[in-house]
Each structure stands twice: as structure tokens, then as C-alpha cells.
């Protein structure tokens, strides 16, 4: 029964995170942020919020500098948003995970790339 919780949990404060980075006014902030995952611990005190943008590595990681300084902010702001009874900290982690399946995709969708495949296999 727990577990459905936090999964529930969880869920909500994904949708409610992803509204909240939009309105963050820092400029540091990359509008292309996405939240990639997030983990919460099972006393729901801490959430572990994994976030790539799609312009690359270093644009996440100045995005996750920013979102550690405004985490107060965006705490305070989920704790209006949600009717729980203890908002959990968050802790932002960069992940690059976009930006490695938009080079895949790049890959796998480039004519040269499918040509050179083709003469390998004669």
C-alpha cells in the first residue's frame, strides 16, 4: 500500500515540478528542461529530480546550478500546488539522456549512415 503512495506521489509532484520550471524567471534556466526522472524517498523527505535539456550537457548543468539556488522557490512553490503534508527537499542531478537519444535518432536517420550499413552487409 505504501508503495502505491509514493508512486502517486511521485507522479503528482513530476506534473506539478514540470509546471513549476516554467514559470522559473532565471535565465540560466534552459526552457528545453525536461525532468527525465524522479526519485523520492519511501519518508517522502527528499526527492531526487533528474533533469536533461536538449541543447546539451553543459546547458543542463548550468540549468541544474540555477534550479539548486531557486530550490527554496520551487519547494515552496510545490508545497502550494500539492496538498501534502511534507514537502519533500529536492536535490537536482544532470542527466544527459536527451541529448545522448537525440544523437541515436541523428544516426539512425541520416541517409549516410543507413548507406554504409547497406555495403557492409553485401
Known amino acids: ?11 503528482d509532484i513530476k506534473i506539478a515540478l514540470s509546471e513549476i520550471l516554467m514559470d522559473v524567471k532565471d535565465p540560466r534556466v534552459s526552457k528545453l528542461l525536461s525532468i527525465v526522472k524522479l526519485d523520492v524517498s ?9 533533469v536533461s535539456a536538449i541543447e546539451g550537457k553543459e546547458k543542463t548543468e ?34 544527459d539522456s ?11 536517420n541520416d541517409p549516410e549512415f543507413r548507406k554504409a550499413g547497406e555495403d557492409a552487409d553485401e
Open 62 to 95: 548550468e540549468s541544474v546550478k540555477a534550479l539548486k539556488g531557486a530550490a527554496g522557490f520551487i519547494r515552496r512553490e510545490l508545497g502550494a500546488r500539492l496538498s501534502l503534508r511534507k514537502v519533500p527537499e529536492l536535490r537536482f542531478v544532470a542527466d
Open 1 to 11: 500500500m505504501a508503495g502505491f503512495k509514493i508512486n502517486r506521489v511521485t507522479s
Open 42 to 50: 519511501g519518508d517522502m523527505s527528499y526527492a531526487k529530480v533528474y
Open 98 to 108: 536527451i541529448e545522448i537519444s537525440a544523437k541515436i535518432s541523428r544516426i539512425v
